[in-house]
């Protein structure tokens, strides 16, 4: 049923995110099954694909937070999660992970908001427990970023006290409050009416702009479109088809991919 | 942060340098004695409520007993369940607490006899009439504080009169006090009752003619003091200082200023044979 | 996915909506003023049956007043509260060595929590304090030398053996606390760059407190009474120091009430602690916040906000 | 800034809910500021709203799981939740207010599965424990059930062993499973990608012909115009304008609802 | 939002991809090693320091056969199950009575927890052992009139005694299990129309249970211990015939000792049955289910499956 991952279009700037041959295993189900995919420093990169195809869990072997089979992801000049000696890859000390996982922002599909901390907080945690930020900066900061996703009003809203859309928004605000250098998405609008998808589009076009390198997961092909330098297609665990936008969803070349988008309403 | 070093035990117990004092020499130089009392047992030892100092005939005995010895008494108060180990380990040099001197605890410590106690059957006074022969408290549910030596000697009693003799065995019924008994007596779910002679005369005081000593006097066990075993030196200064205060009339005035006439015995190293 | 319409469609002929003016009342419970009724009876009944029963209340009252009491009390809580610090401290560090991938860590976390809760706490009590028959000299060569009956002081004995058989009970608390909370949420802090211990520490254990706090509560609580325990090594706590007054006067059930009395204080206090506590690591749940007293107060008497 | 409700659009069919004035606080937030509507028998109709408009928590107080501050709900020829008493609204003692319930599905926004249940035993938890159906046919409807929305190969997975567009096709087959006469769906395609939407819409319209009424939240324009018979246009907690897809989609007579919909990308 | 590129791109002059064989290893953990020679030598001294102290070895092997330490042991263990028992089933319906939104309801509730937990389980025992004091006689009118004391045995009383004050502590635990489920579970299961009731007992308390499993170990281990206060009120278990033979024989350490590792046993066997309660409530948890020991050994001696 899976179609053979074709091999990585090659990008226009130096590779900032290089996946070799990842394989991953869920027991006995299969789930990654040899991704390589190239993302440019600055590119932003959108996935495509079925329910179920692995999108969300080869962001979270991006992010080391699952642990992966076979094969390799560089970020950079280094190979997340693990060590290379020799031909063997063994696990990194944690300490290693975590300095590497600072390099990276993630939002989750399901927001995973600190429950325990207003909106507010939520975003500061990072800049002031992990980068050494003092407070009041990174109040100064929050404030900005939040009133940014239009949440001005809801500063010391409690998580649960906010609608879906809401909590999204403070998950995004609370990942762009680390700076990071590179950006998981997974499905970022997926809560959020029109209007909020087209303002975090122009939250991410500026950041796209300022050299921020970006791998979101999203089911709006209008989004992808839009917000894009490349879209990839997943599929089985395997990367189907990538390109650019037009390539991909205007003239998509494999079958899978085709079905796939003509079912857009 | 500094290591603390457990030095473990090697066996080396007592050195005991020749002096002038009969006594161990660590005892003789520091000029006291520590003495174990666990004050849950009236009149021999008790807290007193107002000064809250233990008081009793032991105290004015030991106290008597350092007298003698030429050291101060220092009286340290621990749970009963505490004394033995406290022997052992040195926290102090000797117990007197109203403890029995029995052939088996003879094999972990060593007694200085010196009261002759004696367990009593007791009941409430409506009740009296019932128990005329030993054979009467078979079948029937008796209480006995379970710290006491008495547990076992009523046991031993049931074997003679009741169990062993064919009849219906006695109910036991294990509490935690000499004071928790009397209320079971009371509430009717015991008929008769154990206790020490001098404890009960102590408790006719407090609620005169409730109670009634019933039968004859179980089998007198002597009380001794607690002396760590083979320590000689200590168990022969105390026995001597006892012998002494016997000799000059204390020890007899203490214990029938206490009405504890039956009590008065002849000290002796490790009295109990069986 | 038939859709049998149980529910008939709207009557056209209701009047008129005259709704926007309904304001909603809660549900009534004439039920409840009946229950109340019973439940007062039972209790005038117990009550009663307790004042004419033979236990003599004056004495009751005379021995409340009683110093020995107060001060024995005043030891059972110091002990109450060192027991449950180390006890706490030793919990949160033990439960999480237990969660730790690594065996030899959570192998040693394991057998303390093996030993400790499985053995009585009466002997470890008494263990402590009689150390001198296994070690009768504690030393730091060359620094400091002591015999262990000096060191081992009642107090000291009992705190240790109480704090340590304590943390063995607390670790299985804050065990069971973080594993209530969401992967999701650990998975959230290394995703904004946390180490494991600022994971622990920032997110999931306030988060855990929520469902920690009520068992805690019980093991303070339970310490209160536990501490009675070490009578066994001559700490002279609340209910030795009752003991010793019974022995002597044979007022069990009086003497006992008095404690009882006196936990019953102590025990109070520390529920509203567990109360202020329970509101402050409950924030942010979606159940909403129980009013503090105060609050209620100041309710009670300020105006009504319009809003429900 | 909020513009006054309209008079509810009369609707074909008699209608089976009618809301009427109805108000909500949180504390001293005014959620939901008057809401009349009718929805007929058989009828689905769209809610569109922007995030925090007071979609959820509207369709939360239809369930009564939301008390409301003033007004009524009609199910039928009920109040749903309250009993009314010449000119008072008393709350309905605890087992009419499941008895009403029982006619009403729902699908949260955040799914709430039950985490100790595989996909299916959620399925048939309703069917099995409340209507009392037999476990074995309740086993083979449920199947049945999740066969049809793609999910036949995951009847004994549990809820976190499932991807976000899996957890969200169990929540709407356990909601199906009830046979609600009403249907109510907070965002039932959030989660989802293009051709599950598609498979979702295929479903709805089913279970519309069959005569199931549907309050469906979306954010998917291209959903709402597909599935819905009346289209409604929340915001600020009141319904600004309603009317036939055409009408409200493609010519809104509302400057907010063209602003709104301007957006879509 | 600027992105600083700490960063540097990958080096175009990589060797060419062979990722694809290659497999990934789990870290290595040289610490490990070191940490567990270190734990066995400390324990070799302990032990070693045990074995050479003033105990008996002797005579605590002579006791551990003893049989009327073993026939202790069983009113022990048959004293727990009844209290716990009866403690459980309490607690659930204290704790679903405490958060009950009925102020007569909860009010009860909460003043059961605040009497029993409040006050020593010592005083209790004998309350209830005592109870002719206040009520010498128990009747239901017409049907059965018994004198109190021929009801309250001392076993009744002890069980009665343990398993109400338990019911104090139980309810807390539970209470606790039950805040930490999220409120959506509640309105899902409103949702398909379910009841109050079944809602607690088909959705909240199962996933409750993850939280409140751990904390009742520990209350059933800690009422295994607190049972030996029963012999306050004459029942015989362990605890009190190693008193007897002690209080004849000396041997404290020895027989407390002897205890200590009949305890540890029935620790051991509650331990296990804790270990696999919480693996069964903790199914569908994102936590992977640590293998119980037997999958542990099939996968040890069976083939290993290809994937991790
Ligand atoms: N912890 C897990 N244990 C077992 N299987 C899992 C686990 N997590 C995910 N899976 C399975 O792995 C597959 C891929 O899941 P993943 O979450 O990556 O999908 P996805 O592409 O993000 O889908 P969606 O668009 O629905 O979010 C799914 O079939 C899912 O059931
Ligand atoms: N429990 C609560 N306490 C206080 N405020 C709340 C609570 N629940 C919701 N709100 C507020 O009520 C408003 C409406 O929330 P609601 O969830 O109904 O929005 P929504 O229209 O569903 O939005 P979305 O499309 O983002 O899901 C929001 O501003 C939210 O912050
Ligand atoms: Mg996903
Ligand atoms: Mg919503």
Redesign the pocket.
């Known amino acids: 049923m899976t179609i053979p991952a074709s091999t990585p279009v090659s990008t226009p700037t130096a590779p900032l995110v290089r996946a070799e041959g990842v394989h991953k295993y869920f027991g006995d189900l299969h789930v990654l099954q040899g991704i390589d995919l190239e993302v440019g420093a600055g590119e932003v990169l959108c996935l495509l694909g079925p329910s179920g195809s692995g999108k969300s869990t080869f962001l979270r072997c991006i992010n080391h937070l699952e642990t992966i089979h076979s094969g390799r992801i560089w970020l950079g000049d280094e190979i997340i999660g693990y060590q290379q000696q020799g031909t063997r890859l063994v696990e990194r000390p944690e300490r290693e992970i975590v300095r590497q996982r600072r390099a990276m922002g993630m939002v989750f599909q399901r927001f995973n908001l600190f429950p325990h901390r207003t909106a507010l907080e939520n975003v500061i945690e990072g800049p002031v427990r992990v980068k050494g930020m003092s407070a009041r900066s990174a109040r100064e900061r929050g404030t900005e970023l939040l009133e940014r996703v239009g949440l001005g009003g ?1 500063l010391d ?1 409690y998580p ?9 928004r403070v998950a995004i605000a609370r990942a762009l409050a680390m700076e990071p250098t590179l950006m998981l998405f997974d499905e970022p609008t997926s ?3 029109p209007e ?1 998808v087209g303002e975090v589009l122009t939250v991410m076009k500026d950041l796209a702009d300022s050299g921020l390198t970006m791998i979101v997961v999203t089911h709006e092909i209008g989004f992808a479109r839009e917000v894009a330098d490349r879209v990839a297609f997943m599929d089985g665990g395997q990367i189907v088809e990538i390109g650019t936008p037009a390539e991909v969803i205007d003239s998509p070349r494999h079958e899978r991919t085709r079905a796939f988008l003509s079912r857009v309403l | 942060v500094g290591t603390v070093l457990l030095t473990s035990a090697c066996g080396g117990t007592s050195a005991s340098t020749s002096s002038d004092s009969d006594l161990p020499a660590a005892v003789a130089q520091s000029g006291t004695l520590r003495v174990g009392m666990s004050p849950d047992f009236p009149p021999m030892e008790y807290l007193d409520e107002k000064t809250q100092s233990i008081v009793g005939v032991d105290v004015k005995l030991v106290n008597a007993l350092g007298r003698k010895l030429g050291v101060k008494v220092k009286i340290v108060q621990q749970s009963f369940d505490q004394l033995l180990n406290s022997v052992q380990t040195g926290r102090v040099d000797i117990v007197m607490s109203g403890l029995s001197d029995t052939a088996e605890r003879q094999k972990t410590v060593d007694f200085v006899d010196y009261f002759a106690s004696e367990g009593r059957f007791y009941t409430l006074q409506s009740d009296a009439g019932k128990f005329t022969k030993p054979a009467d408290v078979c079948g029937k549910t008796l209480a006995v504080s379970k710290k006491t030596d008495y547990y076992e000697q009523v046991q031993k009693y049931d074997k003679q009169h009741c169990a062993g003799a064919g009849k219906s065995a006695v109910k036991l019924l294990p509490t935690d006090s000499g004071s928790a008994a009397r209320l079971q007596l009371e509430q009717g779910r015991a008929d008769v009752a154990v206790q020490g002679a001098e404890n009960l005369a102590y408790f006719e005081k407090q609620d005169a003619g409730k109670y009634e000593s019933v039968l004859g006097p179980l089998k007198s066990t002597p009380f001794g003091i607690v002396v760590k075993k083979g320590d000689s030196k200590m168990s022969g200064a105390i026995l001597k200082a006892m012998k002494a205060l016997v000799k000059d009339g204390t020890y007899k005035k203490i214990l029938t200023g206490g009405g504890m006439d039956y009590a008065v015995t002849t000290p002796v190293l490790n009295g109990t044979k069986d | 996915m038939s859709a049998k319409s149980a529910v008939k469609p709207v009557s056209r002929s209701d009047p008129p909506s005259t709704a926007e003016e309904m304001l909603t009342e809660p549900r009534r419970h004439p039920g409840r003023l009946v229950g109340a009724v019973a439940v007062l009876l039972v209790a005038a009944f117990i009550v009663d049956s307790f004042a004419g029963a033979q236990i003599d209340w004056g004495v009751v009252r005379h021995y409340l007043g009683a110093g020995f009491l107060i001060r024995g009390l005043g030891m059972t809580v110091l002990l109450t509260v060192v027991a449950m610090v180390l006890g706490i401290v030793l919990g949160v560090l033990v439960a999480v060595m237990r969660l730790s991938k690594n065996p030899v860590t959570s192998g040693v976390a394991w057998f303390y929590v093996w030993v400790f809760r499985g053995t009585p706490v009466y002997l470890q009590l008494l263990m402590w304090f009689n150390l001198a028959l296994v070690f009768p000299v504690i030393s730091v060569p060359g620094v400091y030398t002591a015999r262990t009956v000096d060191v081992m002081t009642p107090f000291v004995a009992a705190a240790l053996g109480l704090g340590i058989n304590q943390g063995a009970y607390t670790s299985e608390v804050v065990r069971a606390g973080i594993l209530s909370v969401d992967e999701g949420q650990t998975e959230a802090a290394y995703a904004i760059g946390m180490g494991r211990l600022k994971t622990m520490y920032r997110v999931v254990l306030p988060q855990a407190m929520r469902v920690i706090v009520p068992p805690i509560g019980n093991e303070t609580i339970g310490m209160l009474k536990t501490t009675s325990l070490a009578s066994a090594v001559g700490v002279t706590e609340i209910l030795l120091e009752a003991q010793h007054a019974y022995y002597v006067n044979n007022r069990i059930m009086e003497l006992l009430i008095v404690c009882a009395i006196w936990y019953l204080a102590a025990v109070s206090v520390l529920s509203v602690g567990q109360y202020y506590l329970e509101r402050y690591f409950g924030r942010g749940s ?1 159940r909403p916040l129980p009013r503090t007293p105060f609050q209620q107060f100041r309710a009670a008497v300020g105006r009504r906000s319009v809003s429900r």
């Open positions: 809801k809203a649960r006290q906010l609608s879906g859309g809401q909590q999204q809560a959020l009416d909020l | 979606s």
